[in-house]
């Protein structure tokens, strides 16, 4: 009985252990600030604000941002700045940045009003024609994603950013999509589609 107490103390132990702390995230957050903002909030379009972000899914991105540089792109998630700066960070410092920028308030953002009726029909319908997927059935009608099931929130994202990304999944220079999902998505995608939806999803609170 006592070896099962023991067994139990240390297996509740490590699981505290595991996971991240947000005082630690934040102390380790100060070489973020400059790219992501002091409170999350990225001040520049082409960087995505963390604020908000599901924690596992910010791991995610820093393993395989770190996996990008360790093998030469060739896994992983590689960005000549962020791969570079992952590249240090062992698993407790990705879960106490990612624990931080989880638990920060996302910044409003808007949707341009020329875009809402197109972003809309895009994002909720997809186009069955085309053979488009919508949207909505990965990251919700508010654009919160599930912290289960791996998507990301992408509401309140900068539409330059989500731009970007879209654009990478297309070509193919972005690839650590499970299932490859996004990347059948976006090659379908004209440019003024990715222009409409990475704009549309900025208001999608």
């Given at each position: 009985?006592?070896?099962?107490?023991?067994?139990?103390?240390?297996?509740?132990?490590?699981s505290?252990w595991?996971?991240?702390?947000i005082?630690?995230?934040?102390?380790?957050?100060?070489?973020?600030?400059?790219?992501?903002?002091?409170?999350?909030?990225?001040?520049?379009?082409?960087?995505?604000?963390?604020?908000?972000?599901?924690?596992?899914?910010?791991?995610?991105?820093?393993?395989?941002?770190?996996?990008?540089?360790?093998?030469?792109?060739?896994?992983?998630r590689?960005?000549?700045?962020?791969?570079?700066?992952?590249?240090?960070?062992?698993?407790?410092?990705?879960?106490?940045?990612?624990?931080?920028?989880a638990?920060?308030?996302?910044?409003?953002?808007?949707?341009?009003?020329?875009?809402?009726?197109?972003?809309?029909?895009?994002?909720?319908?997809?186009?069955?024609?085309?053979?488009?997927?919508?949207?909505?059935?990965?990251?919700?009608?508010?654009?919160?994603?599930?912290?289960?099931?791996?998507?990301?929130?992408i509401s309140?994202?900068?539409?330059?950013?989500?731009?970007?990304?879209?654009?990478?999944?297309?070509?193919?220079?972005?690839?650590?999509?499970?299932?490859?999902?996004?990347?059948?998505?976006?090659?379908?995608?004209?440019?003024?589609?990715?222009?409409?939806?990475?704009?549309?999803?900025?208001?999608?609170?």
């Open positions: 009985m006592k070896k099962l107490v023991l067994i139990v103390s240390l297996l509740a132990s490590c505290v595991a996971q991240g702390s005082e630690a995230g934040k102390a380790k957050s100060q070489t973020c600030v400059a790219c992501h903002g002091a409170d999350g909030n990225s001040l520049l379009g082409m960087y995505p604000s963390l604020a908000g972000q599901h924690a596992k899914y910010i791991e995610k991105q820093l393993k395989d941002l770190k996996l990008g540089m360790t093998s030469g792109g060739k896994q992983g590689y960005d000549p700045v962020m791969s570079g700066m992952a590249m240090p960070l062992n698993e407790q410092d990705m879960a106490d940045l990612a624990a931080y920028y638990s920060l308030p996302l910044a409003h953002n808007t949707t341009p009003e020329n875009v809402v009726e197109q972003g809309k029909n895009l994002y909720a319908a997809g186009d069955a024609e085309r053979g488009i997927a919508a949207c909505i059935a990965c990251h919700g009608p508010r654009g919160n994603g599930t912290e289960l099931s791996g998507f990301p929130k309140g994202q900068h539409a330059d950013y989500v731009k970007l990304q879209l654009e990478k999944f297309r070509d193919g220079n972005r690839n650590n999509d499970m299932n490859a999902m996004m990347r059948d998505v976006a090659k379908k995608l004209t440019d003024e589609d990715i222009d409409v939806l990475s704009k549309y999803v900025g208001g999608l609170h």
